[in-house]
């Protein structure tokens, strides 16, 4: 008996994309929050590191974007409320 093969697809659908993100999102929580307890640079806290960063090419190629990326660590600044705007 031939059954029909599930079909497969080469990215995630948004759904899920969604969800994945979601929960790394709280993984990434519990881990700042567990490495702020921790001896900096230690077995421990080095694990929770790398993992970091692997969660962070993991969304980053998720998300078509390059393995690389890295968000800014602040938000473009708003021209028209410059200090000279004031």
Do not use: C, W
Not at 4 to 22: C, P, S
Not at 31 to 51: C, S, V
């Amino acid at each position: 008996m031939t059954g029909r093969r599930k079909r497969r697809y080469a990215k995630l659908h948004d759904a899920d994309r969604q969800a994945i993100e979601a929960a790394a999102t709280k993984l990434l929580d519990a881990m700042r929050n567990a490495k702020m307890n921790l001896i900096a640079f230690n077995e421990h806290y080095t694990a929770l590191h790398e993992l970091g960063g692997a969660k962070r090419v993991t969304l980053n190629v998720i998300n078509d974007r390059p393995r690389d990326h890295e968000p800014p660590n602040v938000s473009p600044a708003d021209p028209l409320a410059g200090p000279s705007r004031r």
